[in-house]
């Protein structure tokens, strides 16, 4: 049985006329119930560097929901994780056209748990994981894993 959640976001932008050359790409996305969350492109294509951009938050949500399948599986598996973090990296890929697309992002995940003798396991659980998220299973490049286990 399957089932399905509905997401919904609200964006606004406007324009910014003191600029004539080109558009002001800063915009503001509401969720309901959450904080604002004020976007602009990324500072390779003019925008505000401060800001968070889709790329950002494209590979913000891979990263997270890696690590909310992998401590999924460790329960499921009784592996006591300690410590996760991820300094993760996405390679976009922009075309003469100007097209583009990210060809793969990866992971460097570092876990510490309880047990040493589930390190082998606990390692392996990161293909198991990558099949659970449902980013992951929404992307169409690759993801690559290259994490490190140790014991505390």
Not at 29 to 57: C, M, R, W
Not at 66 to 87: G, K, N, P, R, T
Request: hydrophobic share 40%; proline share 2%; net charge negative.
């Amino acid at each position: 049985m399957s089932f399905k959640h509905l997401f919904k976001a609200q964006l606004q932008w406007f324009s910014n006329k003191k600029e004539t050359t080109r558009y002001v790409k800063n915009h503001t996305i509401f969720i309901e119930g959450k904080e604002i969350l004020n976007v602009s492109a990324a500072k390779a294509f003019k925008g505000d560097p401060s800001l968070y951009n889709p790329e950002d938050l494209l590979l913000s949500s891979v990263v997270s929901c890696h690590m909310m399948s992998y401590l999924y599986v460790c329960a499921q598996h009784q592996i006591e994780v300690i410590s996760y973090s991820d300094a993760a990296e996405a390679t976009l890929e922009v075309l003469e056209n100007g097209s583009g697309r990210f060809v793969e992002v990866r992971l460097f995940p570092q876990v510490v748990i309880r047990n040493k003798e589930q390190i082998a396991l606990a390692n392996e659980l990161h293909t198991k994981a990558n099949e659970l998220c449902f980013i992951a299973n929404s992307c169409n490049f690759k993801i690559v894993h290259e994490g490190s286990c140790e014991v505390e």
